[in-house]
C-alpha cells in the first residue's frame, strides 16, 4: 500500500498580503486612565459647564392672569357663584328648550306676516268665466282654447288655466260656434232594468237604446241620425234602475250645466206610487223640512194626485231621494216615473225609445 505526502510550499506571491495592524499608543491602551478630551475652540466663549449639565428650563408664565379672564365672570375657580348655581336672579319665563317643538313652531308662524297672494292668482280662470256666462261648459271651454278659438281682449289665448278678469272681453270664433252647433240631446224613455251611467252590477246603460232602431217614428226635430252623436254623449241628470221617465243625455255642456249644476234651478216632476199610512204631519214635512244626511233639504211641491200616487216637484235631485223622503213620513215606495224636466214633457214617448231635442226647445 502506497502512501501519499502532501508537500507544503511556501506562499506565493499570488496570495493577498495580510493587513497591517496599527499599533495603539500607550495612553489610548491604558484604560485605567482617564480620557482626555480635545477642546473646541468654538466652544471657548460658552459655558464651562459639564456636558451632561443642561441648563434649568424657564417656566413660561403670564404677566396678569387676571387680564386674560372674560370681563364680567368672578376669578374665583368654583365655577359658577352660588347665587347662579341655586337659580336665584333666574327669569321665570320659560325658555324655549323647555318647550314643545310644534308650539315653538306655531308661535314662530303665528308672527310671520302671511305672504299676498299675487294678483293673478285671484282672477278667475278663462274657463269657469265662459261657463258662467254660459257660453258653454267648462269642458267644451278648454277645447276651444286649446284649439285657439277663444280671444280675450284681442288676444288669442291657448293656455288652459289662464286666469282672466271677470270683466274681460271674452269674443269666440266662428269654428267653435259651428262646432257647438253639431252637438245633440236625446229625450229617452229609459226603461226599468237599466241603469241611468255607466254599466253596474250586470246591468246595461241606458246608452245602448240609442240606436236607429229605437228612435220614435214621430221625431219631428229634423235630425239624421249620426255614429258620431255617440261621442261624449253622458246623462244629464240620473233615473234609479227601478225607476222610469224621461233621461236627458247630451252632448252640449251647456245643457248639463243648466240640469246638473251646483246653481241649477230646474225643476223635475214625478209620479209616485206608495203604500203605508202617511203621518199625520207628513205630507207638509214632505213639502218642507226633512233632511237628508245632515243636510236640509229645499222646498218641495208634494201633494195627492189620487189615494195611492203622490206628485212631486223638485228642484234638486239627491240620490234616491223621493224614496228616503217617503221612508220619513212611513210611506213605501212602489213605482217613481219621471214626467217632465223643466218645461219639456215625457209626453207620448213611448218606454225604451228616444227623440232629439228640437232647436226650438228649451229646458
Not at 482626555?36 to 404677566?63: H, L, M, Y
Not at 233615473?239 to 252632448?251: A, C
Not at 229645499?298 to 231621494?321: M, T
Not at 220619513?328 to 218645461?343: C, D, E, F, M, N
Request: proline letters at 7%; charged letters at 30%.
Amino acid at each position: 500500500m502506497s502512501t501519499l505526502k502532501l508537500n507544503k510550499t511556501p506562499a506565493t506571491a499570488d496570495q493577498p498580503r495580510q493587513k497591517t495592524v496599527r499599533r495603539m499608543s500607550p495612553e489610548l491602551r491604558d484604560r485605567t486612565k482617564a480620557p482626555v478630551i480635545k477642546k473646541d475652540p468654538r466652544a471657548e466663549g460658552a459655558s464651562e459647564s459639564t456636558p451632561n449639565e443642561q441648563a434649568p428650563r424657564k417656566e413660561k408664565t403670564f404677566k396678569d392672569q387676571a387680564a386674560r379672564k372674560p370681563a364680567g365672570k368672578p376669578a374665583h375657580a368654583g365655577g359658577r357663584p352660588s347665587a347662579a348655581r341655586s337659580g336665584a336672579g333666574r327669569s321665570e319665563k320659560p325658555r324655549d328648550k323647555d318647550r314643545p317643538y310644534a308650539a315653538k313652531t306655531v308661535d314662530r308662524l303665528a308672527r310671520r306676516p302671511a305672504p299676498a297672494a299675487p294678483e293673478s292668482d285671484l282672477q278667475p280662470r278663462l274657463s269657469k268665466v265662459m261657463a258662467d256666462r254660459g257660453l258653454c261648459s267648462r269642458r267644451e271651454a278648454d277645447d276651444w282654447i286649446a284649439n285657439g278659438w277663444v280671444k280675450v281682449d284681442g288676444e288669442i289665448i291657448e293656455t288652459l288655466g289662464t286666469r282672466i278678469a271677470p270683466d274681460a272681453e271674452i269674443v269666440i270664433s266662428a269654428y267653435a260656434k259651428e262646432h257647438q252647433a253639431e252637438t245633440v240631446t236625446i229625450l229617452l224613455h229609459k226603461p226599468v232594468g237599466y241603469v241611468s251611467g255607466q254599466a253596474e252590477d250586470g246591468y246595461e246603460p241606458a246608452v245602448v237604446l240609442f240606436n236607429p232602431d229605437n228612435q220614435w217614428a214621430e221625431d219631428s226635430s229634423g235630425i239624421d241620425f249620426k255614429r258620431g252623436h255617440l261621442r261624449g254623449l253622458a246623462p244629464a241628470g240620473r233615473l234609479d234602475i227601478d225607476s222610469t221617465g224621461l233621461l236627458v243625455l247630451t252632448q252640449d255642456g251647456r245643457v248639463a250645466r243648466k240640469l246638473i249644476g251646483d246653481d241649477s234651478n230646474v225643476e223635475k216632476e214625478y209620479l209616485v206610487r206608495v203604500e203605508g199610512q202617511l203621518s199625520n204631519n207628513g205630507l207638509a214635512l214632505l213639502n218642507h223640512g226633512l233632511s237628508l244626511d245632515g243636510v236640509q233639504l229645499r222646498p218641495a211641491k208634494v201633494s195627492w194626485q189620487n189615494e195611492d200616487q203622490l206628485r212631486f216637484v223638485l228642484r234638486e235631485g239627491r240620490k234616491r231621494q223621493i224614496r228616503r223622503m217617503c221612508e220619513l213620513v212611513g210611506l213605501h215606495v212602489v213605482g217613481l216615473k219621471r214626467i217632465r224636466i223643466g218645461s219639456i214633457n215625457l209626453g207620448k214617448l213611448p218606454p225604451g225609445q228616444w227623440r232629439y231635442l228640437g232647436a226650438h226647445e228649451r229646458f
